[in-house]
């Protein structure tokens, strides 16, 4: 344990070192070896034993990271900054369609008689639109991404593996396909889900419960994102380590009359789908684990052995991709959740007596308190809301959040106008309390 952690530090001893941030590698450092001595400070031949094994771990951690930055020659790295050139490649993800452009996911970059390694992200014309699988041709100029409006675009991308950015002038479908039948299936799927969701909801709710469900945030109004931004709930449609905790509590909230063990396998049944719903992203299928952890967790009652499982999960991932920890909020949000779903949930147990237990109020409003109870510094620094509104209102939305998910998604697959009927009605309720404290904000 204690070289995993002093893994885990290690990597953001290294990402400090590259910005040049010393002081806080010196505090970072020293905050590393107080873990050891804090646990065994009654046993000196323990402490140093567990300091070496710490300094091994960050040293294990910070090379990690270093290796990650090398550029190979064939990295698709080398064509930024230069003229623009024409190529070909595979979209390799599904297509983020915005109002007013199209953002695909590229590899298999061909320049020539020259193949380039690395993914690229395509800002196009919003028509025509492309699909998973298609083999396209275009011509633009390759540049790095950078930091926009204070965000740090670059390293968002970075985690995804994305080093350059192309917009093309011109973009046309070419004969061939790629990728794999699995996927290409999801995505017509999902796109007949969303059509569905859309005939049985109207604006705003529609976009909302696509958003939801299935990652579509395109399709959510203007103002309504503005509201969410205002009162801090961005969180809730952004497809994350949040939105696992909240497919868990729905599935808990929706199966209330089973045994434990039975509300463990049907919440892990309906997490493998929602993980395929959304696509099978690389960020999804890690909330996903993490997630089941925690259920698992709060239904076994073993706490300490699930999260030493955890920590491990983290060490996992973060070896096979070191950015994670540093700049993937989605990782964060994961992690947090599930802590304070395995240490915050058991403690609100007494005071969780006082609300009602029908229709699984009770524990729907305790996990959603628990999951947030960790998650909330994360929330409020990444999406830019630090106020006494945001946790108010977080407290007071969330519990809705679980029965949006529940009658929407059973709506959308059943057809069924009397389940969106429901689902309609609370989400009546969310936005009025959205708008309502997104106003009380906009006059403090």
């Known amino acids: 344990m204690t070289l995993i952690i002093g893994f885990l530090f290690g990597i953001f001893l290294e990402v400090f070192r590259e910005e040049g941030r010393f002081l806080v590698i010196a505090v970072v450092f020293a905050g590393s070896l107080i873990f050891p001595f804090w646990f065994f400070k009654k046993r000196s031949g323990r402490f140093f034993v567990l300091c070496l094994w710490m300094i091994v771990g960050m040293i294990f951690g910070g090379a ?8 190979f020659d064939d990295d698709v790295r080398y064509l930024n900054g230069g003229d623009g050139v024409r190529f070909e490649a595979c979209i390799s ?59 740090e675009y670059d390293k968002y991308l970075a985690v995804k593996g994305i080093y350059s950015i192309v917009n ?83 599935v808990s909230a929706l199966f209330s009359f089973l045994s434990r063990k039975l509300k463990v396998v049907f919440a892990g049944i309906f997490i493998v789908l929602f993980v395929v719903l959304v696509g099978g992203g690389s960020s999804v299928v890690r909330a996903a684990v993490m997630g089941i952890l925690g259920l698992f967790a709060v239904y076994s009652g073993r706490s300490r052995d699930v999260s030493a499982v955890l920590v491990f999960s983290a060490f996992a991932m973060n070896l096979w ?30 005071f969780s007596l006082r609300i009602p237990a029908a229709f699984a109020i009770r524990e729907n409003f305790t996990m959603t308190l628990s999951a947030q109870a960790f998650a909330l510094p994360v929330i409020l620094k990444a999406f830019g809301r630090i106020s006494l509104i945001c946790p108010i209102v977080n407290i007071l939305v969330l519990p809705f959040i679980p029965f949006v998910m529940i009658f929407g998604f059973l709506a959308a697959v059943l057809n069924s106008e009397i389940l969106a009927f429901f689902c309609y009605v609370i989400l009546d309720v969310v936005f009025f309390l959205v708008r309502l404290f997104a106003e009380v904000s906009r006059t403090l």
């Open 93 to 151: 993800d599904e297509p983020d369609i915005r109002s007013d452009k199209s953002k695909y996911i590229l590899s298999d970059i061909r320049v020539g008689d020259l193949n380039f390694s690395g993914d690229v992200l395509l800002n196009a014309s919003k028509y025509p639109i492309y699909e998973y699988g298609h083999v396209v041709e275009g011509f633009g100029k390759f540049e790095a991404p950078g930091v926009i409006d204070g965000f």
């Open 64 to 71: 990690r990271y270093f290796v990650s930055e090398i550029v």
């Open 168 to 250: 093309a002038s011109s973009v046309r479908l070419l004969e061939g396909e790629c990728g794999n039948f699995f996927m290409k299936w999801i995505y017509r799927f999902k796109s007949g889900l969303n059509d569905r969701i859309f005939k049985l909801f109207p604006e705003p709710h529609a976009g909302f419960v696509s958003g939801l469900l299935l990652g579509m945030r395109s399709g959510i109004s203007k103002n309504l994102t503005l509201d969410f931004n205002e009162t801090g709930l961005t969180h809730i449609v952004a497809i994350s380590g949040y939105n696992i905790t909240l497919v868990i509590i729905a």
């Open 321 to 350: 991709n070191p950015k994670l920890i540093v700049f993937d909020t989605g990782f964060q949000l994961s992690f947090l959740a599930t802590m304070g779903l395995i240490y915050v949930s058991p403690k609100l147990k007494n």
